[in-house]
């Protein structure tokens, strides 16, 4: 049996490669996913 989870967020500026130093590119940074993630797996 598998279990799917959701949920919807929107990212912000914060949540950037650019912004959080990984990268030079306003995409979302791969901590940000992750973060996501375990989030929604929480709730």
């Not at 500026?13 to 030079?24: H, L, N, P, T, Y």
Request: proline share 2%; with cysteine; glycine share 6%.
């Amino acid at each position: 049996m598998m279990i799917i989870y959701s949920k919807n967020d929107q990212t912000e500026e914060k949540d950037s490669a650019k912004s959080m130093g990984s990268g030079g590119l306003n995409v979302l940074a791969t901590p940000a996913l992750i973060v996501f993630m375990e989030n929604t797996c929480f709730s």
